[in-house]
DNA sequence: AGCAAGCATTCCTTTTTGGAATGCTCTCAC
DNA sequence: GTGAGAGCATTCCAAAAAGGAATGCTTGCT
């Protein structure tokens, strides 16, 4: 068929085969066997041209068409979707908190890339289909994927500074007046972030069993800035508000997480001249963000 | 591709390998090579259904239209053209004499055959392309085509009946004061049917070098009826105007030519139902023609 | 927990497609 | 009008693509 339409185009069994790459003797027989398949002549054959029947001349019009129009989409799948755009899943805390508030920053470095960016809790990267790369929370270890480690988290304990009313907040007994703020891993299991960090801050006999429970670090973060109690959080996810006096860190002590975020691909992307571009930006902007 | 427009409308491998009579583990490969082409995924395995990337739903939508505008032009190709359509060549003179006039019985004979009629005066029927059939005028010996007679051409004298003037034309001698109206077989070269009729009248002595020539038959009898002069022309091809008084026949002489009119079809024709049914109209028509 | 549905994979067979060489016919030029 | 060349057809064989059967693997459902 392909065939048919080149042959259309050059009116030559000859020319055609050489811009088919394929012998005119292929060629012959291709549309010969299209003719038959149809019980209709395509061609008529003269001796140094060929001119194309009424059904022959409709056909090569239609098939042109329509190839086109294929065509078109599927160079929009190859180089349109895979050159420019990269698609990426990012955790709902990390993309709102450090990934949107860099994402100028990004246009800027790599100015080509269209970035997709979802935030599903549960990325579908293995499953090779929508996804190019993502970021993942977790010990680095995913068969059958390549992970880059982004940054570990610094948890921190934070508040709003209105929640002090000046008072000082110095030992556990001064924590344990707070409401505390949980993150769940899952509908019945919260993250035991806090648990590590007491631990960490050598705080025995602190009660967190009450408090209130969020699917989202996002949310507790939120609920933290409004006054709502004390969360645990990790210091990049807080360092704007921070920064600006929204929220203030109780204590001294900063606690290596026992995960990371990690920058995730598949092995077939190595080499993926958009995917490597992001894994470098990243890297770079978590070390920058380290050194602060 | 066509793999996958199935596979797209099913959402299944096993059911799409059904709708297209082949196995499952066919179609699976087939998708995949697809997609290993493209670079990029069009479906997501999911267990007990398979969901679509967004390259795979634009791609789908693409390839359904565009393969169904092609099976529609194949289709008219196939069908129309093939099952309806009958192309015909014609000799311009049978076409115009003959043909014609009994083309509204043809009509009422076989309603459902649309019939394209071209009168070259030497038709393409043995390059395959653009006819089913033609008419020709010969000795019924073509190579690879074949031939059933339609009629043989009985050869009379004819002109106007104002040429007579109420005189008697009984002889060689009357014949020669009319002028003669030639057809010519090639630019410098007449067809010989007077010469045929003067002898098979037994008139010797007749000179024929003056008179007027005509490529088409047509144009003679045109001439004679115009009061031009007389023509030999055969008796089918000049009935109506012999019945309606426009010409009149000169001596009771009918000479039976050395060639025929013959319906000239290609090998590969036989058995098709239009060709078929066309020459059995032809054939009951020259039989009825005869009769009369 | 076990079964069934459904896709992937492997190995082998079948079918299709392609290539090289050759033949045939027409056109063009001398 | 004759020879050369261009261009399609055809034949035979090789290569490659597609297909089939069987089997494995995962998952959803009962």
Redesign the interface.
Known sequence: ?KVFEVVGQTRSFTRAAERLNLTQSAVSRQVRNLEDA????L???RHHHLEL???GA??LA??Q???H??E???R???EK??QNRLRINVPPTFAKRWLLPRLARLREALPDVDISLSTEATD?LA????LDCAIRFGDGEWPMLDASILMTERHVVVCAPSLLEGAKVEGPSDLQRFTFLHVLASPDRRYLTWRHWLDAAGFQDVDTRGGLEFDLLDLAIEAACAGLGVTVADRSMVRNQLQSGQLVQLFDVAVEGHESYWFVTRPQSAGNRKVDAFRAWLLAEAAADRAE
């Not at 149809?38 to 002549?41: I, Q, S, T, V």
């Not at 499953?127 to 929508?130: A, D, F």
């Open positions: 068929m149809l019980g209709e002549d061609l008529i054959r029947t009424p059904a409709e056909l239609t098939i068409e329509a190839f129009s294929i078109v989409s599927l929009s799948i190859t979707s895979n579908t499953e090779r289909g929508l």
